[in-house]
């Protein structure tokens, strides 16, 4: 039996729909530069499954809208997250998640930062650097059984399964 690292965790009220981005036919036009913004980077990341619930990061706080730059000038998107707890284990993994679905579904023109917010993992300097290291990112997802638990998060989150307490708002430790 595996000992979970947050057993209780708070549950957030998860906002009410999904992109806020219309597509049209022209969209598909590959050579046309779409502007992004940090809501559809947001759209892209918030149903991401957290490792160890069956919760949303965006269920969980661990990923928020305002915590999401994008300088569509420059090309670049910066994401912070939120662990649940300072000790998480799991940070390193859901940073990945939220790299390879970005990478997935972004155009290629995006540099993409990911970094653990500051002040929130006793370990997040080690954990933000391996998070933008190309190299190491390449060699974890070269092995095959973090892959697929890559995958398994990325599938559409599901809601239910754990007990906790549902916070509607803002999260208070902010």
Sequence with gaps: MTTLINQNPIIYEAS??????EWREEDENEDAADPID?????????????????LSLEQLNVTQRDHIQVSDENNTILVEFTPTIPHCSMATLIGLCIRVRLLRCLPSRFKVDISVRKGTHQSEHAVNKQLNDKERVAAALENSHLL?????????????GVVANIVKGPNPAN
């Design 148 to 160: 697929e638990v890559v995958n398994q998060c990325l599938a559409t989150a599901t809601s239910g």
């Design 38 to 54: 940090a809501q559809e980077v947001f759209d892209l990341i918030r149903s991401i499954s957290d490792p160890e619930h069956p």
């Design 16 to 21: 009410a729909g999904n992109s806020t981005r």
